[in-house]
T-cell receptor, first 114, second 116 residues
Framework: ETGVTQTPRHLVMGMTNKKSLKCEQHLGHNAMYWYKQSAKKPLELMFVYNFKEQTENNSVPSRFSPECPNSSHLFLHLHTLQPEDSALYLC?????????????FGPGTRLTVL | GESVGLHLPTLSVQEGDNSIINCAYSNSASDYFIWYKQESGKGPQFIIDIRSNMDKRQGQRVTVLLNKTVKHLSLQIAATQPGDSAVYFCAENIRGRETSGSRLTFGEGTQLTVNP
Protein backbone atom coordinates (compact mmCIF):
# COMPACT_ATOMS: atom_id res chain seq x y z
CA GLU A 1 0.00 0.00 0.00
CA THR A 2 1.30 3.44 -0.96
CA GLY A 3 -0.96 5.50 1.29
CA VAL A 4 -3.05 6.71 -1.64
CA THR A 5 -6.48 5.16 -2.08
CA GLN A 6 -8.89 5.51 -4.97
CA THR A 7 -12.57 4.64 -5.30
CA PRO A 8 -14.20 3.09 -7.13
CA ARG A 9 -11.65 0.68 -8.56
CA HIS A 10 -13.84 -0.03 -11.57
CA LEU A 11 -16.53 2.12 -13.17
CA VAL A 12 -18.73 1.58 -16.20
CA MET A 13 -20.80 4.52 -17.35
CA GLY A 14 -22.84 5.68 -20.29
CA MET A 15 -22.06 8.84 -22.19
CA THR A 16 -24.92 10.72 -20.54
CA ASN A 17 -24.07 9.72 -16.97
CA LYS A 18 -22.44 11.83 -14.30
CA LYS A 19 -20.03 10.14 -11.95
CA SER A 20 -17.15 11.07 -9.66
CA LEU A 21 -13.82 9.50 -8.88
CA LYS A 22 -12.38 9.91 -5.41
CA CYS A 23 -8.79 9.95 -4.22
CA GLU A 24 -7.54 10.16 -0.66
CA GLN A 25 -3.96 10.30 0.54
CA HIS A 26 -2.84 9.45 4.07
CA LEU A 27 0.74 10.67 3.67
CA GLY A 28 0.42 14.27 4.81
CA HIS A 29 1.32 15.50 1.33
CA ASN A 30 0.37 18.88 -0.05
CA ALA A 31 0.24 18.22 -3.78
CA MET A 32 -2.14 15.92 -5.63
CA TYR A 33 -2.40 14.91 -9.27
CA TRP A 34 -4.72 13.25 -11.75
CA TYR A 35 -3.28 11.18 -14.58
CA LYS A 36 -4.83 9.28 -17.46
CA GLN A 37 -3.25 6.02 -18.53
CA SER A 38 -4.34 4.58 -21.85
CA ALA A 39 -3.10 1.36 -23.37
CA LYS A 40 0.25 1.62 -25.14
CA LYS A 41 0.66 5.28 -24.17
CA PRO A 42 2.68 7.07 -21.49
CA LEU A 43 0.94 8.50 -18.47
CA GLU A 44 -0.76 11.78 -19.30
CA LEU A 45 -0.88 14.46 -16.62
CA MET A 46 -4.34 16.02 -16.34
CA PHE A 47 -4.41 18.26 -13.28
CA VAL A 48 -2.12 19.38 -10.47
CA TYR A 49 -3.21 20.77 -7.11
CA ASN A 50 -0.75 22.35 -4.73
CA PHE A 51 -2.02 23.29 -1.28
CA LYS A 52 -5.59 22.89 -2.60
CA GLU A 53 -5.01 25.32 -5.45
CA GLN A 54 -5.04 24.12 -9.04
CA THR A 55 -1.64 24.89 -10.52
CA GLU A 56 -1.94 23.02 -13.76
CA ASN A 57 -4.64 22.01 -16.20
CA ASN A 58 -3.01 20.15 -19.04
CA SER A 59 -5.57 21.15 -21.71
CA VAL A 60 -8.10 18.71 -20.36
CA PRO A 61 -11.63 18.83 -21.84
CA SER A 62 -14.24 20.45 -19.65
CA ARG A 63 -16.16 17.18 -19.33
CA PHE A 64 -13.51 16.40 -16.68
CA SER A 65 -13.88 18.64 -13.63
CA PRO A 66 -11.48 18.32 -10.69
CA GLU A 67 -12.18 19.32 -7.12
CA CYS A 68 -9.76 19.51 -4.21
CA PRO A 69 -11.55 20.39 -0.96
CA ASN A 70 -8.43 19.85 1.16
CA SER A 71 -4.89 18.56 0.80
CA SER A 72 -5.94 14.98 1.51
CA HIS A 73 -8.83 14.60 -0.92
CA LEU A 74 -9.13 14.96 -4.65
CA PHE A 75 -12.13 14.31 -6.87
CA LEU A 76 -12.59 14.02 -10.60
CA HIS A 77 -16.16 14.74 -11.69
CA LEU A 78 -17.13 13.17 -14.99
CA HIS A 79 -20.01 14.11 -17.29
CA THR A 80 -20.93 13.44 -20.91
CA LEU A 81 -17.81 11.41 -21.49
CA GLN A 82 -16.83 9.80 -24.78
CA PRO A 83 -15.80 6.18 -25.39
CA GLU A 84 -12.22 7.35 -26.02
CA ASP A 85 -12.14 8.52 -22.39
CA SER A 86 -12.06 4.89 -21.30
CA ALA A 87 -8.76 4.43 -19.48
CA LEU A 88 -7.12 3.92 -16.10
CA TYR A 89 -7.30 7.12 -14.07
CA LEU A 90 -4.51 7.44 -11.55
CA CYS A 91 -4.23 9.76 -8.60
CA UNK A 92 -0.88 10.65 -7.08
CA UNK A 93 0.43 12.83 -4.28
CA UNK A 94 3.77 14.36 -3.41
CA UNK A 95 5.07 16.16 -0.32
CA UNK A 96 5.41 19.78 -1.41
CA UNK A 97 4.68 19.84 -5.10
CA UNK A 98 8.23 20.73 -5.99
CA UNK A 99 9.95 19.61 -9.15
CA UNK A 100 12.11 17.08 -7.35
CA UNK A 101 9.32 15.55 -5.30
CA UNK A 102 8.63 11.86 -5.65
CA UNK A 103 5.03 11.15 -6.56
CA UNK A 104 3.18 8.26 -4.96
CA PHE A 105 0.34 6.67 -6.88
CA GLY A 106 -2.94 5.10 -5.98
CA PRO A 107 -4.18 1.86 -7.59
CA GLY A 108 -6.29 3.69 -10.15
CA THR A 109 -9.89 3.59 -11.32
CA ARG A 110 -10.52 1.55 -14.45
CA LEU A 111 -13.14 3.56 -16.36
CA THR A 112 -15.18 2.20 -19.25
CA VAL A 113 -17.43 4.56 -21.18
CA LEU A 114 -20.12 2.84 -23.25
CA GLY B 1 9.15 17.29 -29.23
CA GLU B 2 11.17 16.38 -26.25
CA SER B 3 10.20 13.16 -24.61
CA VAL B 4 11.25 10.34 -22.41
CA GLY B 5 11.31 7.02 -24.16
CA LEU B 6 12.45 3.45 -23.80
CA HIS B 7 14.58 1.48 -26.21
CA LEU B 8 12.63 -1.79 -25.96
CA PRO B 9 8.97 -2.37 -25.24
CA THR B 10 9.51 -5.89 -23.85
CA LEU B 11 12.28 -7.73 -22.04
CA SER B 12 12.29 -11.41 -21.15
CA VAL B 13 14.85 -12.86 -18.73
CA GLN B 14 15.46 -16.05 -16.82
CA GLU B 15 14.96 -16.13 -13.09
CA GLY B 16 18.21 -15.34 -11.35
CA ASP B 17 19.66 -13.36 -14.24
CA ASN B 18 20.31 -9.65 -14.07
CA SER B 19 17.95 -7.34 -15.96
CA ILE B 20 18.77 -4.01 -17.55
CA ILE B 21 16.02 -1.66 -18.63
CA ASN B 22 16.99 1.41 -20.60
CA CYS B 23 15.53 4.86 -20.98
CA ALA B 24 16.52 7.74 -23.25
CA TYR B 25 15.63 11.34 -22.57
CA SER B 26 16.19 14.38 -24.72
CA ASN B 27 15.75 17.33 -22.38
CA SER B 28 19.09 18.50 -21.05
CA ALA B 29 17.25 20.58 -18.44
CA SER B 30 15.98 17.47 -16.68
CA ASP B 31 17.38 17.28 -13.17
CA TYR B 32 15.52 14.45 -11.48
CA PHE B 33 14.64 10.96 -12.63
CA ILE B 34 12.49 8.22 -11.18
CA TRP B 35 11.91 4.59 -11.99
CA TYR B 36 8.46 3.16 -11.34
CA LYS B 37 7.19 -0.41 -11.43
CA GLN B 38 3.60 -1.14 -12.38
CA GLU B 39 2.15 -4.57 -11.83
CA SER B 40 -1.06 -5.64 -13.52
CA GLY B 41 -4.08 -4.02 -11.91
CA LYS B 42 -2.03 -1.69 -9.73
CA GLY B 43 -0.77 1.85 -9.85
CA PRO B 44 2.89 2.72 -10.48
CA GLN B 45 5.12 1.99 -7.50
CA PHE B 46 8.25 4.04 -6.76
CA ILE B 47 11.45 2.00 -7.08
CA ILE B 48 14.38 4.37 -7.04
CA ASP B 49 15.27 7.92 -8.00
CA ILE B 50 18.39 9.84 -8.94
CA ARG B 51 19.27 13.50 -9.20
CA SER B 52 21.28 14.92 -12.05
CA ASN B 53 24.29 15.60 -9.81
CA MET B 54 24.77 11.84 -9.44
CA ASP B 55 25.83 9.11 -11.87
CA LYS B 56 24.76 6.08 -9.91
CA ARG B 57 22.49 5.15 -7.08
CA GLN B 58 21.89 1.78 -5.52
CA GLY B 59 18.95 0.32 -3.69
CA GLN B 60 17.98 -3.14 -2.65
CA ARG B 61 18.76 -5.30 -5.73
CA VAL B 62 18.34 -2.27 -7.99
CA THR B 63 20.81 0.21 -9.39
CA VAL B 64 20.09 3.27 -11.48
CA LEU B 65 22.75 4.69 -13.76
CA LEU B 66 22.58 8.14 -15.29
CA ASN B 67 24.71 9.16 -18.26
CA LYS B 68 24.08 12.82 -18.87
CA THR B 69 26.47 12.96 -21.81
CA VAL B 70 24.26 10.73 -23.93
CA LYS B 71 21.06 11.43 -21.99
CA HIS B 72 20.57 7.84 -20.98
CA LEU B 73 19.11 6.26 -17.87
CA SER B 74 19.12 2.59 -16.97
CA LEU B 75 17.66 0.40 -14.27
CA GLN B 76 19.55 -2.72 -13.31
CA ILE B 77 17.80 -5.43 -11.34
CA ALA B 78 20.05 -8.06 -9.80
CA ALA B 79 18.98 -11.70 -9.47
CA THR B 80 15.64 -11.08 -11.14
CA GLN B 81 12.69 -12.86 -9.54
CA PRO B 82 9.24 -13.76 -10.88
CA GLY B 83 7.81 -11.02 -8.65
CA ASP B 84 9.78 -8.51 -10.67
CA SER B 85 7.58 -9.15 -13.69
CA ALA B 86 5.86 -5.83 -14.40
CA VAL B 87 5.97 -2.75 -16.59
CA TYR B 88 8.80 -0.40 -15.71
CA PHE B 89 8.57 3.34 -16.42
CA CYS B 90 11.18 6.01 -16.25
CA ALA B 91 10.09 9.56 -15.52
CA GLU B 92 11.93 12.86 -15.61
CA ASN B 93 11.43 16.25 -14.08
CA ILE B 94 12.41 19.28 -16.08
CA ARG B 95 14.31 21.91 -14.12
CA GLY B 96 12.59 25.24 -13.68
CA ARG B 97 9.26 24.02 -12.43
CA GLU B 98 10.07 24.37 -8.78
CA THR B 99 7.07 26.52 -7.97
CA SER B 100 4.44 24.92 -10.11
CA GLY B 101 4.38 21.44 -8.76
CA SER B 102 6.24 18.29 -9.53
CA ARG B 103 5.93 17.84 -13.25
CA LEU B 104 7.04 14.41 -14.34
CA THR B 105 7.17 13.27 -17.95
CA PHE B 106 6.84 9.52 -18.31
CA GLY B 107 8.24 7.07 -20.80
CA GLU B 108 6.11 4.45 -22.51
CA GLY B 109 7.22 1.58 -20.30
CA THR B 110 9.01 -1.74 -20.75
CA GLN B 111 7.25 -5.00 -19.98
CA LEU B 112 9.65 -7.22 -18.04
CA THR B 113 8.82 -10.93 -18.01
CA VAL B 114 10.78 -13.27 -15.75
CA ASN B 115 10.76 -16.90 -16.80
CA PRO B 116 11.15 -19.55 -14.07
Amino acid sequence: ETGVTQTPRHLVMGMTNKKSLKCEQHLGHNAMYWYKQSAKKPLELMFVYNFKEQTENNSVPSRFSPECPNSSHLFLHLHTLQPEDSALYLCASSPLGRGTDTQYFGPGTRLTVL
Amino acid sequence: GESVGLHLPTLSVQEGDNSIINCAYSNSASDYFIWYKQESGKGPQFIIDIRSNMDKRQGQRVTVLLNKTVKHLSLQIAATQPGDSAVYFCAENIRGRETSGSRLTFGEGTQLTVNP
